[in-house]
């Protein structure tokens, strides 16, 4: 039953996105059209058969069985319906064919701009309503490095002091694990180690492995002071009180609380803890719960760390909001262009619809609406930036065709455009295939 109801769950989380995003980039098209004068003939929410709608004026407004898109069908416009029968007569003046090229551009590329305007305005009114919570550099003491982490893989040590990327200095450690910084060619990290300042270059072949397996995590910045004790625990009986830090484990130094953990729970008996109260050095031993490998202490929390909250102003959170969708999207294209080139794993970091579920209600579970709303902001931009990829079928490829006619003052043939369409259906076909066999390997081990 936990099983349905988990699947039921995602299923509704990724449908809410799903229909967002593709109301908004369809709405985009359709309000485009009617601007110009041209006949809408269906505003559709996903594919046929149609199983739901009511028409209004010209327009079928429905809702199709296939919930995977959705489409605005223009009347004299050859799309992926492949409907013909209109080149047989003269244009009319409320047909997409009879406006000028200039308007035809904007109705095509309508779509991609609304969906670009939905994450502006998403991280806007989050950062207006939210404020921003940030790490600042200067406020952590270092980094622990676990031995089979892929930080140390690249080079990192325990007590390096991350302060910049890409050769420029961060104020805050969100800088640090950008969408930007991340897909950007030749990453690096300047730390200071032992007083020196130190560039750690990250090979691409780490770029699929920062994507599955994490990287630089806040958890890693935590020092080794106990947040709260509950009673009843080993810790508790022990003496250990809230804001305690322990420094030591059978005479080993521990500054961080990672470290802390991989002791407790690789230890066999008893552990003698150097424990810090204010001015005060004492000890303590505990043995862990043979069951659990806790103590009984809980980690300290972001505000431990110095943690703060930005609020923004109204225009500053414009500013954020566009920040934002650059940052994004810059990070999106650059991350696209290392697929293509062969630096990351088409197969490990191309999903499709089970994938992209997966994360929305991940993303839900862990930060509730503003997961929700993070990554439909960032679907919101992928999507614009899918459909702006001059292929055939998608908005891309119908903007070419309208550069081309608009540069040769001559509109490709009706032959042309046809097997253009077709091949971009078949394209954009044997692309689902892909992603769907590639999403079921990748969640159900098939």
Known sequence: MDWFLNLLNTILIFGGALMILVFVHELGHFLAAKFFG???????????????????????????????????????????????????????????????????????????????????????????????????????????????????????????????????????????????????????????????????????????SLQTRGFIEREYFYPSQVSSVPAGNPAAEAGLEAGDVIVSANGDSVSYWVELVEIIQTSEGAINFGVMREDSLFYASITPDPDTKTIGIVSPSMQTLGVELIEYGFFESLQEGYNQTAEQTVGILQGFTRMITGDISVTQNLGGPIAIANITRDATDQAGWIGFWNITALLSITLAILNILPIPVLDGGHLVFLLYEGITRREPSEKVRMVAQQIGFFLMIGLFIFVMFNDAFRYFGL
């Open 38 to 208: 041209m006949r809408v003939e269906r505003f559709s929410i996903g594919f046929p058969p149609r199983i739901w709608g009511f028409q209004k004026g010209d327009t079928d407004y429905c809702i199709g069985a296939t919930p995977l898109g959705g489409y605005v069908k223009i009347s004299g416009m050859i799309d992926e319906s492949m409907d013909t029968e209109h080149l047989e007569k003269e244009p009319e003046e409320w047909e997409y064919r009879s406006k000028p090229v200039w308007q035809r551009i904007i109705t095509i590329t309508a779509g991609v701009i609304f969906n670009m305007i939905l994450a502006f305005f998403i991280y806007f009114g989050m950062t207006y309503s939210n404020g921003k919570a940030v790490l600042p550099i200067e406020e952590t003491q270092g980094i622990y490095v676990p031995e089979a982490s892929i930080l140390n893989e690249i080079g990192f040590q325990t007590g390096d002091k991350i302060v910049g990327v890409n050769g420029e200095r961060v104020t805050y450690f969100n800088e640090l694990i950008s969408a930007s910084q991340l897909t950007s060619n030749d990453l690096n990290y300047t730390v200071i180690r032992n007083g020196n300042e130190v560039l750690v270059p990250v090979s691409p072949n780490y770029l699929d």
